[in-house]
C-alpha cells in the first residue's frame, strides 16, 4: 500500500484539472500576447482564468498578477514593497513561524539597510498581538504573516492584524499559500494589500503562483524584461498552468466546506486513535483552530527522522517539518518558537492528509505508527532514562 500524507508539501494534480490543461500545451499554444488568432484564443483563456479567481476572492482581475511559485509571489511582493516605499521607512515586522519563503527574503533585506522584527509566537503557534502593536514603529512600512503555518496547521489572526495594520497606515501582506482552497479569505474585505498563493497546494499544476495586488499598492520590480503582468512579472505567459490552477481553485472552493468536514473527523479519528495507543506523544496546537488536515506530533525521546524513514519503509509518506527545509538537520524553527524543547522538536511529525485520503489509509497508518514507536523508543537511551527516571 502507498500512502501519502505529505499534502501540505504538495498535492496530487487532480485528474479534471490535468486534462483542462492539455489542449493548450498541443493545440492552442500560441503566445497569450500575441495579436493573431492563436495569440487571442490563449489571451482569451488567460483572462477567463483572471476573472475566475478574481471572483472567488471578490476581487478585481487586475489585482492577480501570475508567478512562478508561492516563493516568488512573496518575493514579489515582500521586496517590491520594500523597494517602492524605503523612502518612507525601511523597518518590516514579520513573525517567527514565516516559511523560508518570507522569513529568508527578509533576511536578505537586511543586508540592503532594513530593519526587521520577529513578532513572538505562543505555546499553541499563534502571533501575540501585543507583541506585535509593541513592535510597530514610525518608520514601519510593512507586516508579514502567514494566514495558516504550514507546520502545525495554526491559523493567524489576520483580521485583528489588517485592523492595526490600516489603523497605522502600515502595508500588509499575507502567505496564503498552505490556506488558500482550504480557508476562505477576500483580502480586500479584510483589510489585506498583498496576498501570495500556489496552484499544487490545492491539487493543481506545479510552477505557477498567483500575487494579488491591491489597486493603489506600489510594487518595485524585481525581474524587468517584457510588459507581461503589469511589467511586475516578466516572461511568456504560462497559459496551461494558469488555466489549470484558476480550475483546481474553484473546484476546491465548490467543494470546500463538504470535504474541511470529512477530512477534519479523518484528523481528529487519527489523533485521538494517537494518544489513545501512543504514550508520551503532543499533538501541536491542538487546542487553536487548524488546517481541518494538519496534525503536527511530537513523540518524545525519538527522532522524527528515523520515524519518517520506517514509515516510508511500509509506503507511507509524512514530513517531518517544512518540505523547503527538509534538508536542513536543525530543529523546525516554527517549534521552537512555539517554545517545544529542542530534544522534543526533533521527534515531531507533520501528517497532512488531503481529498483522497481514506479511513483506510489512516487505520493502515496507525497500526504502523504504533509499531514503529515502540521499536524505535526500545532503542532510545532517552527513552530509557525516562522511564527509570535516572
Known amino acids: ?8 508539501a504538495t498535492t496530487k494534480l487532480d485528474e479534471k484539472v490535468f486534462e483542462s490543461m492539455i489542449p493548450y500545451f498541443k493545440e492552442e499554444y500560441g503566445n497569450a500576447f500575441s495579436l493573431h488568432l492563436f495569440g487571442t484564443e490563449t489571451g482569451k483563456a488567460v483572462r477567463e482564468a483572471r476573472e475566475k479567481i478574481a471572483n472567488i476572492l471578490s476581487v478585481k482581475p487586475e489585482e492577480i498578477i501570475f508567478t512562478g511559485s508561492g516563493t516568488e509571489a512573496d518575493n514579489l511582493a515582500i521586496r517590491g514593497i520594500a523597494r517602492a516605499y524605503k523612502n518612507r521607512g525601511k523597518h518590516i515586522i514579520v513573525s517567527s513561524i514565516e516559511h523560508p519563503g518570507v522569513r529568508n527574503t527578509c533576511r536578505d533585506l537586511e543586508k540592503e539597510g532594513f530593519e526587521v522584527s520577529e513578532i513572538d509566537v505562543d505555546k499553541n503557534g499563534v502571533i501575540e498581538i501585543e507583541e506585535l502593536e509593541k513592535a510597530i514603529r514610525e518608520d514601519t512600512i510593512l507586516i508579514t504573516v502567514m494566514h495558516a503555518n504550514n507546520e502545525s496547521g495554526a491559523i493567524q489572526p489576520i483580521e485583528k492584524i489588517a485592523k492595526i495594520a490600516n489603523k497605522n ?11 488558500m482552497g482550504k480557508k476562505e479569505i477576500k483580502p480586500k474585505e479584510i ?20 500575487l494579488y495586488i491591491r489597486n493603489g499598492v506600489r510594487i518595485g520590480k524585481v525581474i524587468t524584461g517584457g510588459g507581461q503582468e503589469r511589467k511586475l512579472r516578466p516572461g511568456t505567459t504560462n497559459t496551461p498552468l494558469i488555466v489549470g490552477m484558476a480550475n483546481a ?10 470535504e474541511e468536514s470529512r477530512i477534519s473527523k479523518l484528523r481528529d479519528y487519527f ?9 508520551e506523544v503532543v499533538i501541536n496546537s491542538k487546542s487553536v483552530e487548524r488546517l481541518a488536515g494538519t496534525s503536527s506530533v511530537t513523540f518524545k525521546y525519538i527522532e522524527g ?20 527545509s527538509s534538508d536542513e538537520l536543525q530543529a523546525s524553527h516554527v517549534l521552537l518558537a512555539m517554545g517545544i524543547p529542542v530534544e522534543f522538536a526533533h521527534g515531531t511529525i507533520r501528517f497532512s492528509m488531503g481529498k483522497y485520503n481514506t479511513k483506510e489509509e489512516i487505520d493502515y497508518t496507525l497500526d504502523n505508527l504504533v509499531d514503529i514507536i515502540k521499536k524505535l523508543r526500545e532503542m532510545s537511551p532517552l527513552w530509557d532514562k525516562s522511564k527509570n527516571k535516572i
Not at 497606515?169 to 490556506?179: E, G, N, R
Open 271 to 279: 489523533e485521538a486513535e494517537v494518544l489513545k495507543r501512543i504514550p
Open 169 to 179: 497606515k502600515i502595508l500588509f501582506h499575507v502567505d496564503a499559500v498552505q490556506s
Open 191 to 210: 483589510g489585506i494589500d498583498t496576498l501570495a498563493f500556489t496552484a499544487h497546494k490545492f491539487y493543481g499544476p506545479k510552477g505557477i503562483g498567483a
Open 1 to 8: 500500500m502507498r500512502i501519502y500524507l505529505d499534502n501540505n
Open 305 to 324: 527522522e528515523s520515524i519518517l524513514l520506517r514509515l516510508s519503509l511500509k509506503g507511507i509518506a509524512v514530513s517531518s517539518g517544512s518540505a523547503c
Open 249 to 258: 481553485l474553484e473546484d476546491i472552493y465548490n467543494n470546500k466546506d463538504e
